[in-house]
């Protein structure tokens, strides 16, 4: 970690911390790291393909790129139009210090920009959709501040210190979440049978997935309050409250 308001560049820093995180990936993964606008640089795309993962990096709109058979270069800002529509292709990117690469592109309804993503898969092997697997870091964000643990009021200065509470706060995370998945079964489970016959929840589609009001770890936090309001001893779940399914990809999500 750095010392706060500490000046210099981020980039040996990003560099380490990559090679850290290298070496406790099983090599059967499928690496996908995810970044924010403001995060792009040709160093670091080159630096997540030489570890064996693959980039997935936003990009602003401001740019250019050309398709490997033309000699034209056409702005990134006419690629696609709201609406929910979708390119992928092989291109050259910028102009100035051009990358190959795979660019994808989609612009939902609602959006104020279009999402410009450059990685390194080949267009058939890729979602733009996937991108929004990094708006997670967004909700743990929140979860971390101002939903949860209040880091944000934080007087820490030295990074031994901030590294030891950061250790604490992802498995009080871990625990909230856990917390809250198994609270959340068991509701479900146990209103069901005093339902009446008629009742919407037991007409609905088979299948139709539950719309979730609160995040697992509000639910969790919310839950061990209560527990501990009426006077119910803390408890840790099993780890194994989670169904364990095999897993053959890993998404590491970055962000600003």
Not at 91 to 117: E, M
Not at 171 to 177: E, F
Not at 185 to 204: D, K
Request: some cysteine; aromatic content about 10%; overall charge positive.
């Amino acid at each position: 970690m750095v010392n706060a308001t500490s000046p210099g560049s981020w980039k040996p820093h990003w560099q380490k911390l990559i090679s850290q995180v290298q070496g406790v990936i099983p090599a059967n993964f499928r690496v996908i790291v995810a970044a924010d606008r403001g995060l792009y640089a040709d160093w670091l795309y080159q630096l997540i393909k030489s570890v064996g993962w693959h980039p997935f990096l936003r990009i602003n709109h401001q740019g250019t790129y050309r398709l490997p058979s033309q000699q034209t270069w056409q702005p990134l800002a006419d690629l696609v139009r709201p609406g929910g529509q979708s390119w992928a292709a092989e291109v050259l990117c910028f102009k100035t210090n051009p990358l190959s690469c795979t660019l994808l592109a989609r612009w939902d309804l609602d959006y104020k920009d279009p999402w410009l993503i450059l990685t390194d898969l080949k267009p058939q092997e890729a979602n733009v959709l996937w991108y929004g697997l990094r708006s997670c870091t967004e909700g743990v964000y929140r979860d971390l501040k101002s939903d949860g643990w209040q880091w944000h009021n934080t007087r820490l200065l030295l990074p031994q210190r901030a590294e030891r509470m950061w250790l604490v706060l992802a498995v009080s995370t871990l625990w909230m979440v856990i917390l809250g998945g198994t609270q959340e079964g068991r509701s479900l489970a146990s209103n069901l049978p005093q339902l009446p016959p008629e009742h919407i929840a037991l007409n609905e589609p088979i299948g139709l997935k539950k719309e979730r009001h609160l995040s697992c770890f509000l639910l969790g936090f919310v839950t061990l309050m209560a527990d501990l309001l009426n006077n119910i001893p803390i408890h840790l779940e099993r780890w194994s409250s989670f169904p364990h399914t095999p897993v053959d990809s890993f998404y590491a999500c970055n962000s600003s």
